[in-house]
């Protein structure tokens, strides 16, 4: 046989293989989430009420105490992995999901805002019968964390953990005028349409890991990876989610708080300011405990990441 027509057939009866096997993606989705059997800590994915289907990690002992992750944006849950794999190997249960729209989660047209992002949250928590769990939420996941303790409460929550998050609020408004300045929303928004694959080169080399500070030793490593994370997520979705994660305010969602909280925010953290955002919070959620990392920057998880393992494992051991 020619080899042409040999390798032609080949890549024809593999593609209808491949065909047969995501076919049942495509089937509707139920009314209320469901989730796969994950008997082998394989990564499963949930189907969220409007159809939207969340990826989802699940690392650890099922009878380990639970620790629920939000990323940040333009981010997925690997980021997180350091955080998770420590703690799964002490024995605890740690489970984080692709936002929508972002990593390998299903990029729906609608539905990229807080308030869908935290209903998502929910979804995951019901689907996994998540119970006495710690939320821990990065940037825009700690907002999403905030939102979902605002709208769902937290019967199924223990202790909350920000870490570098956006609460109480990020951008600058008339009731919050010492934000970040709404030229920077503008040119984010600019840059995304513009070319984002840049933005995040740019956003990593830069200010998120502090790399652009003096005497910083930049990491290839972590901004290929920022990179990967962001360009794997939707344009829509992630243009959308700069809206949602710079005037989202979630004042009125710390007051609900009423578990241990504890707020970790680097001092030189140049993408969410200290000042207005974690140093605030403490004074809108009684008893909240605020760790402060001296010139850290706003990728703590990384760049801090023994610190933060051990500041998050004394929590939860509290």
């Known amino acids: 046989m020619d080899p042409m027509n040999c390798l032609l057939r080949c890549a024809m009866t593999l593609a209808a293989a491949c065909s047969l096997a995501v076919h049942p993606a495509s089937i509707a989705a139920p009314r209320q989430p469901t989730l796969k059997p994950n008997a082998m800590n394989t990564s499963p994915y949930i189907t969220t009420a409007d159809g939207t289907r969340l990826h989802v990690k699940d690392w650890g002992p099922r009878t380990g105490q639970v620790v629920v992750f939000s990323h940040g944006w333009p981010l997925n849950a690997d980021s997180w992995e350091s955080q998770m794999q420590f703690l799964a190997d002490r024995g605890y249960r740690v489970i984080a999901h692709d936002r929508r729209g972002h990593g390998r989660s299903s990029q729906p047209w609608e539905g990229n805002h807080m308030d869908q992002y ?17 939320l821990v939420g990065f940037s825009t996941g700690g907002g999403e964390v905030a939102r979902y303790i605002g709208r769902h ?38 840059s995304s349409l513009t070319n984002r694959t840049q933005l995040y080169k740019d956003i990593a080399s830069g200010p998120f890991f502090g790399f652009n500070r003096p005497g910083a030793q930049p990491s290839a490593g972590l901004v290929d990876s920022f990179w990967a994370q962001g360009v794997q997520a939707g344009s829509k979705a992630t243009f959308e989610s700069i809206h949602a994660f710079f005037y989202s305010d979630f004042r009125d969602d710390l007051r609900k708080f009423n578990v241990p909280t504890l707020v970790v925010h680097g001092t030189d953290d140049q993408i969410v300011p200290i000042d207005t955002t974690g140093r605030a919070v403490v004074k809108l959620v009684p008893g909240a405990q605020l760790i402060e990392y001296a010139g850290g920057p706003h990728g703590i998880t990384d760049t801090h990441k023994d610190q933060l393992n051990n500041d998050l494992l004394a929590f939860v051991q509290k």
Not at 118 to 134: H, N, P
Not at 159 to 180: D, E, N, Y
């Open 118 to 134: 935290a209903d998502d949250l929910d979804a995951v928590m019901r689907a996994f019968d998540i119970k006495g769990a710690t």
């Open 153 to 190: 409460g937290t019967a199924r929550v223990a202790k909350v953990a920000l870490v570098s998050a956006i609460t109480p609020i990020m951008g600058q408004t008339p009731s919050h005028p010492h934000g970040v300045p709404t030229a920077v929303y503008d040119g984010l928004r600019q």
